[in-house]
């Protein structure tokens, strides 16, 4: 049974959900019902900035559903590298970005982790 990739494609999506979800509601709602005669004020910039923003939760989500299919079919390690090393770094730019521990850096960390093991361990 492929554990390790079925909780990095739970946590993929949880990820990605809180991060789409929280953005919109936290950050990218509230700055964009404020006043703007300058950069936000045009709606391509905003629709620029909403996109680039949720681009990497579609990211996460998907690599973490790649990873539990290619684990499913018995596919080449490539893919769970790849994802592994894209869930490391994403982890690690939010730490650093933020300068302090992140649920959302410490999950893609622990989906990196989980991907590593589950290439490991099969």
Do not use: C
């Not at 949720?54 to 080449?76: E, Y």
């Amino acid at each position: 049974m492929p554990v390790f990739a079925i909780t990095t494609a739970v946590l993929g999506i949880v990820v990605a959900t809180a991060h789409s979800v929280l953005s919109e509601r936290v950050l990218l709602g509230p700055l964009y019902l404020e006043r703007s005669d300058g950069l936000l004020a045009a709606k391509p910039t905003r629709d620029i900035i909403r996109a680039v923003f949720h681009m990497p939760s579609l990211a996460w989500a998907g690599l973490a559903i790649a990873v539990l299919l290619n684990r499913m079919q018995d596919g080449s390690d490539l893919l769970p590298i790849t994802a592994a090393v894209i869930f490391a770094l994403s982890g690690i730019g939010n730490l650093v970005a933020l300068r302090r521990p992140h649920p959302g850096g410490l999950i893609l960390l622990a989906m990196a982790s989980l991907t590593i093991a589950d290439i490991l361990m099969n």
